[in-house]
């Protein structure tokens, strides 16, 4: 069992920067795929970016194309704790955002289907203002 707790929303001005932290319970966190997803109000949950283990200290990194060149996924493994680093915000940002994370994803669309996760955490609301 993996309990995941998400902070660093908030509010801010399009533009602006936040970044999200998602840590970890477990003691093999370093072999856990996590993934960010979010959610708006009226629709799914769609993917935002995921950090994939493939062996060893190697991980892959997939970003949602709306996002990509804007966000940036990463980890500490030693504080069990992934982070979205989301910079140059705009109000289609607005949702709340999900952490998630499981052992058994495999390829890039494995890593972007909210349906292949086990573990997710409460959420955390980012409100991007115009």
């Known amino acids: 069992q993996v309990h995941l707790v998400e902070s660093g929303g908030g509010l801010v001005q399009a533009g602006g920067s936040l970044r999200l932290s998602c840590v970890a319970s477990?003691?093999?966190?370093?072999?856990?795929?996590m993934g960010w997803f979010r959610q708006a109000p009226g629709k799914e949950r769609e993917f935002v970016s995921a950090?994939?283990?493939?062996?060893?200290?190697?991980?892959?990194?997939y970003y949602a194309d709306s996002v990509k060149g804007r966000f940036t996924i990463s980890r500490d493994n030693a504080k069990n704790t992934v982070y979205l680093q989301m910079n140059s915000l705009k109000p289609e940002d607005t949702a709340v955002y999900y952490c998630?994370?499981?052992?058994?994803?495999?390829?890039?669309?494995?890593?972007?289907?909210?349906?292949?996760?086990?573990?997710w955490g409460q959420g955390t609301q980012v409100t991007v203002s115009s």
């Open positions: 477990g003691r093999t966190f370093n072999s856990y795929n």
């Open positions: 950090l994939t283990w493939s062996g060893r200290s190697t991980y892959y990194a």
């Open positions: 998630a994370a499981d052992q058994r994803l495999s390829g890039a669309s494995s890593a972007q289907n909210p349906r292949d996760y086990d573990y």
